[in-house]
């Protein structure tokens, strides 16, 4: 192909992408395994260290925090995470900053050309986006690179790359489709980001057998929470201790602490020299725009497992409200819907849920009568997460709070409305923080 029928704008490339693979999702590594060594991804280590971080939740807050604390410490970095919420900018962050669309489609350019250099290889939206990041870091060449498994481990394209230190948060059920229902199953998938004689940081006390297994069989340097290192107290001034490394007193960043706990030991053994004033100074100021992310009274959270609802469920739990919680709640046909709404029911007095769009969407009529067998009350039913904002903003009491859960995708909706009725992104406090908090 000739570089002049490339696309010239990022748009424009998203749009090939998303119709350039016969399927939207297809694991496995040989095919893009191929196309990274016609790029010369494997000539030379992207980065001084890398560490990849899988797991069911938590990994987008592991990516965050690892970021915060090593750019704290005064590293260059890279992090590469999926999915985004407004902009596929934020996929890729380059010493902090959303990398820009001259880079983005630098990347796409230079897989394309390695696409088509031999035998044409086709590629998925992830997989064609995940050689363009490696390839712009590999330009960057950092001192620490943090990459975030799209979907499970061990065949998502991620995995091409050999991480120093390998991170698996949880293992829940999710992604049943193509993981399973099997926790021992998914724990083997996850743990495929392991490497032999490398540390692998277990970041929950709770993990199938099945990802030690996978340690086991390879020799590599297990060092897990509760074992080899510990997160000890809740909220304000928990503590982290590990063999040879204490820190105390350090600031609750809003994302859950045993996660907060893997980052500093995954950097640990990174061969970063941990500074207690550092890590307070990050962990204080570490921001990411969809989980537990507060705009007023708006709550927005991506979980769409039970796993991660019984999480938001106990952080709700902790900040008591005079008026009543209303769950505006949107979610994909393949999520487990029942097991989120009765995680969040504890916490949540009303529901509006909605419909979203697209082949997986489930409608705001499926949600309504779950709600309704569960026994709970369905204030409104919305077409869409925007529509049922703009509804809920005309009728909330000011000591009321709304969460917003379910899916990316009815996240991002309702962060696009909340922008779209602020008056100016430099004329409120609250707008600010926002649009900081998605740079």
Known sequence: MKDHTLPTTLSAWLARLETAH????????????????????????????????????????????????????GLTTASYTSPHLLRYNERLRLDGQEADDATLIAGFAAVEAARQGGEPISLSYFEMGTLGALWAIAQQRPELAILEVGLGGRLDAVNIIDPDVAVITTVAQDHAAFLGTDLEGIGREKAGILRAHRPAVLGS????????????????????????????????????????????????????????????????????VLEADACRRALSGVQLAGRMQWLGPWCLDVGHNPHAAHYVAQRLTALPCTGRTVGLL????????????????????????????????????DLAERLAFAGVEVWHCAASPADAAGWLAARLAPEDRVLVCGSFFTVAEVLEWYLATRPGPDQTAGQATILEGLR
Do not use: C, Y
């Open 330 to 365: 949107g979610m994909l046909a393949d999520k487990d819907a029942d097991g989120v709404i009765a995680a969040l029911t504890p916490v949540v007095d009303t529901w509006v849920p909605v419909s979203l769009g697209g082949e997986r969407a489930r409608t705001a009529k």
């Open 22 to 73: 016969p399927v939207g999702i297809e694991l496995g590594l040989e095919r893009v395994a191929e196309v990274a060594r016609r790029m010369g991804l494997f000539a030379l280590p992207l980065s001084e260290q890398v560490i990849t971080v899988a797991g069911t939740n938590g990994k987008g807050s592991t990516v965050a925090m690892l970021e915060a604390l090593a750019r704290a410490h």
């Open 205 to 272: 006390t709770t993990l199938p057998e099945s990802v030690r297994q996978v340690a086991g069989k390879l020799g590599a340097e297990v060092h897990a929470l509760g074992e080899a290192f510990h997160r000890e107290g809740d909220g304000e001034g928990w503590r982290f201790r590990g063999p040879a490394l204490a820190l105390s007193a350090l600031p609750d960043p809003g994302l859950p602490l045993n996660n907060a706990a893997a980052a500093l030991q995954a950097l640990h053994l990174a061969g970063v």
